[in-house]
């Protein structure tokens, strides 16, 4: 394939950041990374990057919206502030990754390695997270509403203060997880594994818990109000100080549960 010259500009002054001779644009953005160049408010908008090695790459401030990055290699990247939404990052390695402050409005994330990134203060709005492995992964104070995170798994992720409004957990895992003050209002926990997590002020409002395990789960000074409990293992649970009105439940399992003062 014959080669041409390519650049990589700068989405705020219109700067080269980077340019040489490639096959494309994908082979391009790999030579940079692979050199160490720092691609800080580059413009990606759109490009097709799937199965790429970029770990490590510096995309700060990066508009990489709509972009494909499916199957590709992403580790120990940071993408500070940048814009992935509507990118496509699907079955990738983005363990270790820093998404701090990223908009990720609309990515699809499907079957990707995101363990021990950072997303704190990120914002996935109606977002896919669908099979990911998202263990000891850093939300605090994200935006995932109206995401899909069905069979994800999140054991021992932070997602204090996040806001998780009609996402749907169905099957997921979040054993040993820190939930604090997070809103799952309306959200659908069907089959899911909150053991041993800390739920404290948590939001469930109108949320359906059909068949979840949570055994160990501390619930003190939650809001359960219009919640359902159906089929749920709560042994050992912790729901002092909790708010039960018009709380239901169905064919649920309790054990040594502290239930003072709710």
């Not at 940071?78 to 363990?95: E, M, R, W």
């Amino acid at each position: 394939m014959s080669s041409k010259l390519y650049r990589i500009n700068n989405i705020y002054d219109d700067k080269i950041l980077f340019q040489t001779k490639a096959s494309s644009i994908k082979e391009t953005v790999e030579i940079a990374v692979k050199n160490g160049v720092d691609l800080d408010g580059c413009n990606l908008e759109g490009v097709d990057l799937s199965g790429a090695n970029l770990a490590g790459g510096k995309f700060g401030n990066a508009r990489l919206c709509k972009a494909n990055l499916s199957h590709s290699i992403l580790k120990g990247s940071s993408f500070i502030s940048a814009n992935l939404s509507g990118t496509d990052l699907s079955a990738s390695d983005l363990s270790h990754c820093d998404l701090y402050g990223a908009t990720l409005d609309g990515a699809n994330f499907e079957r990707s390695t995101l363990q021990q990134s950072c997303l704190e203060k990120a914002s996935a709005v109606k977002s896919n997270f669908a099979r990911c492995d998202m263990r000891e992964v850093n939300l605090k104070w994200a935006d995932l509403s109206s995401s899909s995170m069905e069979q994800a798994c999140l054991d021992r992720s932070d997602l204090s203060g996040a806001k998780m409004q009609k996402t749907n957990l169905k099957g997921a895992s979040m054993k040993n997880a820190c939930m604090r003050g997070n809103d799952l209002s309306q959200t659908f926990l069907s089959l899911a594994d909150f053991e041993g997590s800390d739920c404290r002020w948590v939001n469930l409002f109108q949320c359906y818990l059909g068949d979840v395990n949570l055994m160990g789960t501390d619930f003190r000074h939650a809001d359960l109000s219009d919640t359902t409990f159906r089929g749920a293992d709560l042994a050992d649970t912790d729901f002092r100080h909790a708010n039960f009105e018009i709380c239901l439940y169905g064919k649920c399992t309790f054990r040594r549960g502290e239930v003072r003062n709710c």
